[in-house]
């Protein structure tokens, strides 16, 4: 599955930048003109990364929203570019803005260039806050603890620690707030300090499911690679697991040995396990479902375009066909007096799709629970799309 990586109309924009830069070789200086594309904005001065190093002047207050360690690598904006390291390029390129006032920060002052190295998201917390660069200057002579404090985080030995043991490959919105989370979170800080690192993975788990930090599990996800969409797929497979094993009634003990696989296949293993458990209690009429469905026949009614599923035997097809148990939604809206619980499907080039909606939510977008594809993979921007296309026709 591929990351989807949505652009806003500014990112788009801010990007065309890169062809509008010009080099001053002599003077050490990078223009980058965005007079045509902002502006409110006009010429952007930014000095080479050897004169940063050198200048004694104060750090102009440049876009917050440039991120030109994304830009393509082109024109006159690489002979700038190929100045500065290619780790300091790299972690400046891990944020979603001020990447220019980090990088020149970390330029000017070696502590930031060290906390960089170290704990960079407490020198992007530090850079961009509402402090002025005397103050910060001041920050950086005592201690780390007093930078967290300073930004808003506990200013204790464990959040460096917890901040220094992140190893992170971007950082997105939601990333900040599971990081957030974690730091202001006691229980979670402290259990949290015996993984000698923790990645996206180790992070999500640990926001969203803190009752399993330092699980076999846990520790496991820490020590791997992943990539962006992983840490997503790990969230909605536990809470599918989790919301499987509650209306199932599953005993605690049961439901521990989700913390105890050791990969996130095993989880699926085990929420395979469950899903046999709900089509055993469909059999046995626990569920009060018809027994007469077929799969096939599903299939053969499935369009590019979503339809709803209105018939119980349906959604027993899908949750067979796709392993995901959405047969538990329909128990669930069966007790209202008016059901508002939506189940759609359809089919493309890439397999069967099944997405739940609640028709009382406006608009569109916010209405859709969730979308799963085969073996419980993720949507696409593309299933996204057509689903949301499909019902602003309806």
Request: a neutral charge; hydrophobic letters at 45%; glycine letters at 4%.
């Amino acid at each position: 599955m591929q990351h989807i990586d949505v652009l806003t109309q500014q990112d788009r924009w801010q990007q065309q930048l890169v062809r509008h830069c010009y080099w001053d070789d002599v003077e050490q200086l990078l223009y980058i003109d965005a007079r045509r594309i902002f502006p409110k904005i006009g010429v952007v001065n930014v000095i080479g990364w050897d004169a940063m190093m050198l200048n004694n002047e104060p750090i102009p207050r440049y876009p917050s929203f440039f991120k030109p360690m994304a830009w393509a690598k082109q024109g006159a904006f690489v002979d700038w570019l190929k100045q500065i390291p290619k780790w300091v390029q790299d972690s400046c390129r891990l944020f979603p803005s001020h990447q220019l006032t980090l990088l020149h920060y970390a330029g000017k002052y070696p502590q930031i260039l060290e906390l960089l190295d170290h704990a960079p998201m407490l020198a992007w917390q530090l850079v961009k806050s509402d402090l002025q660069e005397a103050e910060i200057v001041a920050l950086l002579a005592g201690k780390r603890t007093q930078i967290a404090a300073s930004v808003g985080w506990p200013g204790k030995a464990q959040t460096i620690k917890f901040l220094t043991n992140l190893r992170l490959r971007w950082v997105s919105p939601e990333i900040v707030e599971q990081v957030e989370a974690c730091l202001l979170d006691e229980q979670r800080l402290k259990a949290l300090q015996d993984l000698p690192r923790v990645n996206s993975m180790a992070l999500s788990l640990a926001a969203r499911f803190p009752h399993l930090i330092g699980s076999r599990l846990h520790k496991t996800l820490a020590q791997l690679p992943c990539r962006p969409m992983q840490c997503q797929s790990m969230v909605a497979m536990l809470e599918d697991a989790y919301r499987l094993a509650d209306f199932l009634g599953l005993a605690s003990g049961e439901q521990d040995k989700i913390g105890g696989c050791r990969y996130l296949v095993e989880v699926e293993k085990l929420y395979q396990q469950w899903i046999l458990v709900l089509l055993d209690q469909a059999d046995n009429g626990h569920v009060d479902s018809c027994l007469d469905f077929s799969i096939d026949e599903l299939q053969n009614q499935l369009t590019s375009t979503p339809q709803v599923l209105h018939q119980k035997q349906q959604w027993l097809a899908l949750t067979e066909l796709q392993q995901h148990a959405w047969l538990m939604h329909w128990q669930k809206s069966s007790r209202e007096s008016k059901a508002t619980l939506q189940l759609l499907a359809w089919q493309d080039e890439q397999g069967v799709w099944g997405a739940l909606l609640d028709t009382k939510v406006l608009p569109v977008e916010q209405a859709v629970i969730k979308v799963r594809g085969l073996n419980n993979v993720l949507p696409s921007a593309q299933q996204l799309t057509q689903l949301h296309l499909s019902r602003l026709k309806a």
